[in-house]
C-alpha cells in the first residue's frame, strides 16, 4: 500500500529553492522557438495567400508584415530558427552519447547560444 504518512517526507524541491542550470533552460527555450516559428510561418503563409488573392488584401497583409512589428517578428523568427537548428544538433549530439559531462554540456549550451546570436546577425546583414 502507499504511504499516508508524509508529514516527515521532504517535498520535491520549489522553484524558490531550485536553481535551473543552463540545459534545462536551453531545453524549454528550444522548445518555445519551435512554436514561436509555427507563428511566424502562419504570417509567412498568410501574406502569400494575400499575394494570390489580389492587390487589396495583398496590401493589408504587406503593410502588417512590414511593419516594425513585422520586422521584429521575422528578425526573432530568424533567431528562433538559428537557435533551433542548433540545439537541435547539439541534442543529435547528445543522441551519440558525446559531451554529457556536466562541463562539457554547459559549454555546448554556451555554444548553441553564441552560434544562434553569431549566425543570427551574419543572416540579418547578408540578406538586408
Avoid at 57 to 74: E, H, I, K, P, R
Amino acid at each position: 500500500m502507499a504511504d499516508v504518512n508524509r508529514g516527515n517526507r521532504p517535498l520535491s524541491p520549489h522553484l524558490q529553492v531550485y536553481r535551473p542550470q543552463l540545459t534545462s533552460i536551453s531545453s524549454i527555450l528550444t522548445r518555445i522557438t519551435g512554436n514561436a516559428l509555427i507563428v511566424a510561418s502562419l504570417m509567412i503563409v498568410w501574406w502569400l495567400f494575400a499575394a494570390s488573392t489580389g492587390p487589396e488584401y495583398f496590401a493589408v497583409a504587406n503593410g502588417f508584415v512590414t511593419s516594425w512589428f513585422g520586422d521584429l517578428v521575422m528578425f526573432l523568427s530568424v533567431w528562433a530558427l538559428w537557435y533551433h537548428t542548433l540545439a537541435g544538433v547539439r541534442h543529435l549530439i547528445w543522441d551519440e552519447a558525446k559531451m554529457l559531462e556536466l562541463d562539457r554540456a554547459e559549454k555546448l549550451g554556451w555554444a548553441v547560444i553564441i552560434g544562434s546570436v553569431v549566425l543570427t546577425v551574419l543572416t540579418v546583414i547578408i540578406v538586408w
